[in-house]
């Protein structure tokens, strides 16, 4: 096994953490408490009670890990369930494309809670997806959304087969035949984005790496090129149509990418294709104290892959008003915020918030930047005021949350006290969080006890 397929099987078997670097451990853990939050978060979201009427119960065992519904299931439902509730409110981190830990995560504590595993597995199994991924993309120059693929559906499924194969101390020959069915089980198209059917590619994504690796434990077989052939994985799905299929050049356990690339916090339930601009426009509503009345139109210049993923330009619900960039604008100058109070069906229906749609344009850059997201190298927004007169905000490079400019300790758990207060008492929302941000020093991931 010496192509790409084989040697990434090697690397699943074969991960240590103890020679990660202290940055990607950084990277795992605040992914792992951050997808927690936004999970606790979108449990009573109706497209949990449609996707949890497909699933089932396992009632009366403590073998079962229970979803955020409070129902016990197997660990391949719990991971479909708790992946919708992770990324149904579109508040979950970016990276690489896609968003690994709300794939990752799910699956990892699922699974982890069935075999008893420890934090410090919870940290490996997340690494080695990861990694996977991470490595894998780096293989292609073309963007996968520009395709019509959603990364966190298609990578996803096999960062999420290689986790659990990391749980199942999966030999490389197995980890490969994981690797190999998860390949199969790759699906997920952006023409979906904007509805329920988006936070399903994560909840299916999880279930089906568990699935895959279960089956490659059972004795299940899949071909060990199924990456690299002519007619695999990485052709199947490029862009480009001209992957890099040298395994020379598949550079897996040589850089580490989660130190590298790390994981993007959400400050807005909306793609994170609009993070940018909204810091950009709140920005200017606080320096010149905006009020709507005096506007003519709001500016924003971004990227070309960015404004097809925000496909949305008059969205009439809230599910739809997280890929428009018209909305974000709207709300950040109607509201000072763009929140979870306002991506709801009532408040994007507001006439105020309609017409102000309308007085955004949107123009782009077809120029991107790093290979992590394929976004423009920066944003730009101006308000051009009834008056005549132009604010510009200065280009913004990252957005605040992001890798380099991350939150801090207590901005990242005051976040994750806001979403997991929805579901939690609040007593019982510090104890996780700082359980979650130790997650090394936990013995048994049962200790979380998320429910």
Excluded at 24 to 35: K, M, N, T
Excluded at 48 to 75: K, M, Q, W
Excluded at 108 to 123: C, K, T, V
Excluded at 346 to 353: A, F, I, K, L
Aim: negative net charge; charged residues 20%; hydrophobic residues 45%.
């Amino acid at each position: 096994m010496d192509g790409i397929t084989g040697k990434a099987a090697q690397f699943v078997a074969g991960f240590d953490a103890a020679s990660a670097p202290p940055e990607a451990l950084h990277a795992a853990r605040i992914g792992i408490v951050d997808c927690v939050g936004v999970m606790l978060a979108g449990a009573r979201e109706p497209a949990i009670e449609l996707v949890a009427s497909i699933a089932t119960p396992v009632p009366g065992s403590n073998e079962a890990p229970r979803a955020v519904n409070g129902i016990s299931y197997g660990a391949p439902d719990a991971a479909l369930v708790n992946g919708v509730a992770a990324h149904v409110l579109d508040f979950d981190d970016v990276a690489l494309a896609g968003h690994p830990s709300t794939v990752l995560v799910p699956a990892i504590l699922a699974e982890g809670h069935e075999l008893r595993a420890s934090g410090r597995d919870a940290i490996e199994a997340y690494l080695v997806g990861y990694e996977l991924w991470a490595h894998l993309a780096e293989l292609e120059p073309g963007h996968l959304h520009d395709r019509g693929f959603h990364p966190t559906a298609v990578m996803g499924t096999l960062a999420t087969a290689a986790a659990a194969a990391r749980l199942h101390r999966l030999s490389p020959e197995q980890a490969a035949h994981a690797l190999a069915i998860a390949a199969s089980l790759a699906a997920g198209l952006v023409a979906n984005f904007g509805s329920m059917t988006k936070s399903l590619h994560a909840g299916r994504t999880a279930q089906s790496g568990l699935q895959a690796a279960r089956l490659a434990k059972a004795g299940y077989t899949g071909s060990l090129d199924v990456v690299e052939h002519r007619t695999g994985f990485l052709r199947a799905f490029s862009p480009s149509g001209s992957p890099e299929l040298d395994p020379q050049a598949f550079r897996i356990g040589e850089e580490w990418m989660s130190a590298r690339f790390g994981v993007n916090i959400k400050r807005y339930p909306t793609c994170y294709a609009t993070h940018r601009a909204i810091d950009a426009m709140l920005g200017l509503v606080e320096e010149h104290d905006l009020a709507a009345e005096d506007v003519a139109t709001i500016h924003v210049h971004t990227g070309v892959t960015q404004r097809l993923m925000l496909r949305n330009s008059r969205p009439q619900t809230g599910l739809a008003a997280k890929f428009s960039m018209e909305f974000a604008m709207a709300s950040a100058l109607l509201s000072r915020r763009v929140g979870p109070r306002e991506l709801t069906d009532e408040y994007v229906s507001r006439q105020d918030v309609q017409a102000m749609l309308g007085r955004v344009e949107v123009t782009v850059n077809e120029d991107k930047a790093g290979a992590d997201l394929p976004v423009a190298p920066f944003d730009l927004v101006w308000v051009t005021l009834k008056d005549g007169n132009v604010h510009r905000h200065a280009p913004v490079e990252h957005a605040r949350g992001s890798w380099q400019l991350q939150l801090s300790r207590e901005e990242l758990e005051a976040k994750f006290a806001d979403c997991a207060s929805m579901l939690l008492p609040r007593e019982q929302v510090k104890p996780l969080f700082e359980k979650l941000y130790r997650i090394e020093e936990v013995g048994d991931l049962r200790e979380l006890a998320l429910l």
